[in-house]
């Protein structure tokens, strides 16, 4: 049986605080979320997670109260950090995606100055903090061949994950699989 604690990290945002949780998985200490890019969730991780003992951090989505502090973390210590597939084609493709969202606004009118001043703001972080550089995929895929890129290192799944609706308790369940050994919490 593996013991989740609950960390509720306040946010600026109107979804108001969000939760995290960490967990001591076959003795390594993982984290499943990381709360916002602020100050204040940084120094909460401190304060309540051993960051030299934290070895796994799992990201459920890439909203940013959940994935903030992801490229912090990396920075800080030797934790690796997963997300989800769907949302490492984010990361993979954002300079596209961020150029098609400026080539739409300036079809719909938007003049030259606005677009830069929009850029310059969604490069400070503000908006969307910066992924973490080295991740690995969380959940394994199927042969989707649509979405497979064998030649992609961050595609050798090395930890498999599946949340199911779980009555009464934690809100999920997880499964954590790791070479091989199966744990239940």
Known sequence: MV????HTINTPYMVGPVHCYSATINGELTLFDTGP???EASSYLEEHIDLDKLRHVIITHCHIDHYGQ?????KRGDATIYLPFRDSLKTSLHG???HGMYRIL???GFGTAYLEELQKIFNTGAILPPFP???KIAEQRSADKKYRREDNDRNKYSLFLFIKP???EHPELINYY??????TG
């Open 96 to 98: 596209k995606r961020m």
């Open 37 to 39: 890019p602020t100050e």
């Open 70 to 74: 992801a490229m912090w973390l990396e």
């Open 3 to 6: 013991n989740f604690t609950q």
């Open 178 to 183: 790791r070479s091989g050994k199966h744990n």
């Open 133 to 135: 550089k080295n991740y």
């Open 106 to 108: 300036g079809d719909l």
């Open 166 to 168: 779980r009555c009464n």
